[in-house]
């Protein structure tokens, strides 16, 4: 992935992670299945196939971003009213662990 994305333009990268997303749904049932009833309960409807896809697809691109990251590519960010600049922490020389959490179906 990270090969690619230094030599494949956009246009052209993008696309592939989406086929490469719609391939991984295919192979992961579990997942889509804890997807659509997440998805059923924020969006307050049953979820699309492309609702589905989209949200793979989410999680995917936020894995590019930290692999642009640990390459030293400064990513577009905008900080919300009332949160704090943490420029200076991810600038700093100090390990970080940029991480994402996950919601477990209640049953």
Do not use: Q
């Amino acid at each position: 992935m990270r090969l690619a994305d230094r030599v494949l333009p956009e246009t052209i990268f993008r696309p592939l992670r989406g086929i490469g997303t719609a391939i991984a749904m295919a192979g992961m049932p579990a997942e889509r299945s804890c997807s659509r009833e997440y998805l059923s309960l924020v969006l307050g409807r049953k979820p699309t196939l492309r609702d589905v896809w989209r949200h793979f697809f989410a999680f995917e691109e936020a894995l590019m971003d930290k692999l642009r990251a640990a390459n030293g590519k400064i990513l577009p960010c905008t900080y919300a009213e009332g949160s704090a600049n943490c420029s200076e922490w991810l600038l700093g020389d100090r390990p970080l662990l940029l991480g994402t959490f996950h919601v477990e179906p209640r049953t």
